[in-house]
């Protein structure tokens, strides 16, 4: 038994030993995950600031869903209960002063527009996210629909 123990003991070592190595355990594949290998336990990255003083933001291409220019802390979404539609929906709306859920938002997947929200479009977070003030984790050459036309006009980026 204690010939067991202490075999299992050796090979329990040997493996944090080798994950900790740098060859068996490499950076973390695809860079997002800033500073270490994948065996070392790295600090959580701060939280991103909620939005405080924003505005609504261009969209960079028409069906681009629109960031959140507020705060969506403790907003309740679930089965019963919708946070969003009490300011987005049809009738909420122009009393919250929100712009309500476009029509593609009652759309089913025939795209025959329906009383309510389908549910398709009913978990907002899906699609929609909080501006915040986080840096982007990947570079990226992402140009708005209106410079390519530009670009493209000037015979530019060809
Ligand atoms: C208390 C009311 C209220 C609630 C609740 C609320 N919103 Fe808003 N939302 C607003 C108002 C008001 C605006 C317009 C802000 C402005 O014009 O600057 C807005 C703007 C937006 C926009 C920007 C639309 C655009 O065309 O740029 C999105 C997207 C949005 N909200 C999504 C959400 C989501 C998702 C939730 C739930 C997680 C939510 N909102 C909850 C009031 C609310
Ligand atoms: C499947 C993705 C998806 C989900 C889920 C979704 N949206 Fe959207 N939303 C979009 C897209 C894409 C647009 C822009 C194009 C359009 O209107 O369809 C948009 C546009 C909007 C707009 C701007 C409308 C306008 O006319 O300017 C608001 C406000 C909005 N969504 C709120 C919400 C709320 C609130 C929910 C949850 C009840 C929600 N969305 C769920 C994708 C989504």
Redo the contacts with the bound molecule.
């Keep these: 038994m204690k010939k067991l123990i202490a075999i299992l003991l050796t090979a329990s070592l040997a493996m944090v030993a080798l994950a900790e190595s740098p060859s068996m355990s490499p950076s973390s594949p695809d860079g997002l995950r800033k500073g270490g290998t994948l065996g070392d336990v790295a600090d959580a990255p701060p939280i991103a600031g909620d939005p405080r003083d924003v505005q609504r933001e261009v ?1 960079n291409y ?5 960031v ?1 220019p507020h705060t969506i802390r403790d907003y309740q ?1 679930d089965k019963r209960f ?1 946070r ?2 009490d ?3 049809r009738e909420s ?1 122009p009393d919250a002063g ?8 009652f759309m089913d997947r025939n795209f025959q527009v329906r009383a309510e ?1 389908t549910p ?9 996210v909080p501006q915040t003030d986080a840096e982007a984790l990947v570079e990226s050459d992402f140009k708005p629909i209106d410079q390519v036309i530009r670009e493209g006009d000037r015979g530019e980026g060809q």
């Design positions: 969209r028409p069906e681009q869903p629109p959140i979404v919708n969003c539609l300011c987005h929906s709306a929100a712009p309500m859920v476009s029509v593609t938002h929200v398709g479009r009913y978990f907002c977070t899906q699609c929609h």
